[in-house]
């Protein structure tokens, strides 16, 4: 999972890269529209960040319910050294997806307050930040 999420997280790694690219040069500034672009990529970091999200609390869904029947079964059987090696290695899983909520919560904030920064040089060039 957490390649997978290193790879989802790639719009907001490249952030600053999308928004050098969106506020076009003077020689630019006619022919690519930078409101659209930026309504553009705010859309594609949305969905990221939905899906991520849908996705790190889908596994945490998932794994709780596993240690949930891992416990219960241990209740069952407290000599079982397997199913607490399993118990453990569940939790540790559980664990990191958990962990990994807060990682996404960094990620995103990060990537707003860029993109925020971006809309207030675009449409207040005057403004100091």
């Given at each position: 999972?957490?390649?997978?999420?290193?790879?989802?997280?790639?719009?907001?790694?490249?952030?600053?890269?999308?928004?050098?690219?969106?506020?076009?040069?003077?020689?630019?500034?006619?022919?690519?529209?930078?409101?659209?672009?930026?309504?553009?990529?705010?859309?594609?970091?949305?969905?990221?960040?939905?899906?991520?999200?849908?996705?790190?609390?889908?596994?945490?869904?998932?794994?709780?319910?596993?240690?949930?029947?891992?416990?219960?079964?241990?209740?069952?059987?407290?000599?079982?050294?397997?199913l607490?090696?399993?118990?453990?290695k569940?939790?540790?899983?559980?664990?990191?997806?958990?962990?990994?909520?807060?990682?996404?919560?960094?990620?995103?904030?990060?990537?707003?307050?860029?993109?925020?920064?971006?809309?207030?040089?675009?449409?207040c060039?005057?403004?100091?930040?």
């Open positions: 999972i957490q390649e997978l999420l290193r790879v989802m997280r790639t719009i907001d790694d490249r952030i600053v890269h999308e928004l050098n690219t969106t506020i076009p040069t003077a020689s630019f500034v006619g022919k690519v529209d930078p409101g659209q672009t930026c309504k553009e990529l705010y859309q594609s970091l949305m969905d990221a960040h939905t899906n991520r999200e849908r996705i790190i609390k889908n596994c945490i869904s998932q794994t709780s319910a596993v240690v949930k029947t891992l416990k219960e079964e241990r209740e069952k059987a407290h000599e079982d050294v397997a607490l090696k399993q118990l453990r569940e939790q540790t899983k559980l664990k990191l997806m958990q962990s990994e909520l807060n990682v996404e919560e960094v990620v995103n904030d990060r990537s707003w307050k860029v993109l925020s920064h971006l809309i207030v040089m675009m449409f060039p005057n403004t100091v930040l």
